[in-house]
């Protein structure tokens, strides 16, 4: 079977945008990543059902979204919005409701814009934090993630402030705060992802190389702290990037650049613990993004340093990777999206 997927990143060396291939789900082949929309940085996208692509990017000293029609093998520009001083950082849509939540890690918030069905963004609210950490790289608050709780609360990732925050967004042009986790301080937050089935988050913390698993309480919407594994070795040059874990929750994975590995990580049949079960190295530098294909028989990370791709094997029973190939050639690759 053929499953496509969709590259973007940086474009400040060779970078033109947004690519595209097919990964052969039979043999783990890829094929050439070719041009899909040429654009400024789109460090992250996000496809919904109907195939709209939103896209982070640059318009000279602005910064913002766009959105375009990938349905043909022409996209389409449906719209677009520069009217921030800095592009954000991670976006994420939530097809209920038809909304888009953009981080702004440089501006210290995170918007809340509805998408219409013809593709139009309109702004519907935006969130603005305070705060900072110990470390030199906290020295004020920097939203890297927002998206979507399983009960549909907004929950963002604060690396600045060492913070986790969760907002009821019943109404999205008016957002409530409805509780925040404390981090433990100079950890720095960074993505998360929660458990298929049981009640508990995985927190990768970026300048800790440290996963963090937390239990929810969708009651009060509260985070409680009942694990902590080490993604890598905490040193300086480290910095955990990616966090993914299987559909049957069993297997969890999270990429850290400067060791340039990803750690791969046995969950507990009630979700709450950890097992590191191997680690591997990802046959490049910079590994700031991977994915699970589909079928989840192989995994593709993002080394954007040294401009490549590489395609692990998985095994479904030890949940292992295995190196396939190293040497698919990419610039400035940041988020790996399969549609």
Do not use: W
Request: proline share 5%; hydrophobic share 30%; glycine share 6%.
């Amino acid at each position: 079977m053929k499953e496509k997927v969709l590259f973007s990143g940086y474009t400040k060396k060779d970078g033109k945008g947004i690519y595209q291939a097919e990964l052969d789900s039979e043999n783990g082949k890829l094929s050439t990543p070719t041009t899909l929309v040429e654009l400024d940085s789109p460090t992250y996208i996000d496809v919904t059902n109907d195939l709209k692509l939103i896209a982070l990017a640059k318009s000279g000293n602005k910064g913002g979204i766009v959105t375009y029609d990938i349905s043909s093998d022409q996209p389409k520009l449906l719209d677009e919005d520069f009217s921030e001083e800095g592009s954000p950082s991670y976006v994420k849509f939530d097809a209920s409701r038809n909304l888009i939540f953009s981080a702004y890690f440089h501006l210290s918030k995170v918007t809340i814009d509805h998408l219409s069905s013809e593709g139009k963004i309109e702004r519907y609210s935006e969130i603005n934090f305070k705060g900072s950490g110990p470390k030199p790289e906290q020295d004020q608050s920097k939203p890297h993630y927002s998206a979507l709780t399983p009960d549909g609360k907004l929950i963002i990732c604060d690396y600045g402030a060492d913070r986790i925050y969760i907002y009821d967004i019943n109404d999205p042009k008016n957002p409530k705060l409805l509780n925040d986790y404390i981090a433990p301080a100079g950890y720095a937050p960074r993505h998360l992802v929660f458990h298929p089935t049981k009640p508990y988050v995985y927190v990768a913390c970026e300048l800790s190389s440290k996963v963090l698993v937390l239990e929810y309480d969708e009651e009060d919407s509260r985070l409680t702290l009942v694990d902590e594994m080490d993604a890598a070795k905490d040193e300086q040059k480290n910095t955990t990037a990616a966090i993914r874990i299987t559909k049957d929750g069993q297997y969890l994975y999270v990429s850290t650049r400067g060791a340039d590995s990803i750690a791969t990580f046995e969950v507990s049949p009630e979700g709450d613990r950890l097992k590191k079960v191997d680690t591997v190295k990802t046959k490049g530098h910079g590994p700031r993004d991977f994915e699970l294909d589909p079928s989840e028989k192989y995994l593709l990370v993002a080394n954007q340093d040294s401009d490549n791709l590489a395609i692990f094997t998985r095994s479904s029973k030890k949940g292992r990777l295995n190196i396939l190939e190293e040497n698919i050639s990419i610039p400035e690759c940041v988020c790996v999206h399969f549609i």
